[in-house]
């Protein structure tokens, strides 16, 4: 069960620019949330999304409380945000309520108004990338 899948869920498009940006280094198809993804036998899945009065969104929330934990083995999160205090708090939970294991999770800024602006930028998104590709070489 090694295949690696990306969910993104996102607002501005930040979340499916950092995600394409991984799927295309991973050889991935990023996924968006509202599109129904499917998932099969999932080694790694990397769940993206940015964070909005302090939540993930409730597509992403809800598309967490469905997933068939027996199918998914590991997940690692991406997150962004303007303030980069929080992460993917709630996601996480119900991962590990599910017993589905948090790996390892990233913030980077995404701007929001005029606050952050240009983010995220190349550097945030290099990182992003770096991030998942460790993983991905691991074999986590
Ligand atoms: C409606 C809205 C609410 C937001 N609330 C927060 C927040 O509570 N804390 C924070 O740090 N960033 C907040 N942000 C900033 C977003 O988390 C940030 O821009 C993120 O990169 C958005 O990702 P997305 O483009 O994939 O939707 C908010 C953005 C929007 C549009």
């Known amino acids: 069960m090694n295949e690696i899948n990306i969910i993104y869920a996102t607002m501005t498009k930040h979340s499916k620019k950092i995600a394409e940006a991984v799927g295309t280094a991973l050889k991935v198809k990023a996924q968006n949330v509202k599109e129904s993804p499917v998932l099969g036998e999932t080694g790694l899945l990397f769940i993206v999304g940015g964070l909005y009065g302090g939540e993930s969104m409730?597509?992403?929330l809800e598309f967490v409380k469905s997933m068939d934990a027996a199918k998914i083995k590991s997940a690692a999160?991406?997150?962004?945000?303007?303030?980069n205090k929080k992460g993917q708090d709630?996601?996480?939970k119900l991962l590990e309520e599910k017993g589905i294991k948090v790996v390892n999770e990233?913030?980077?800024f995404g701007n929001f108004t005029v606050v952050k602006l240009g983010h995220p930028n190349k550097t945030e998104i290099s990182r992003a990338v770096d991030f998942a590709?460790?993983?991905a070489d691991k074999g986590v």
């Open 58 to 60: 409730p597509e992403m």
């Open 77 to 83: 999160l991406i997150t962004s945000s303007v303030s």
């Open 90 to 92: 709630s996601v996480r």
């Open 106 to 108: 990233i913030r980077c």
């Open 133 to 135: 590709k460790a993983l």
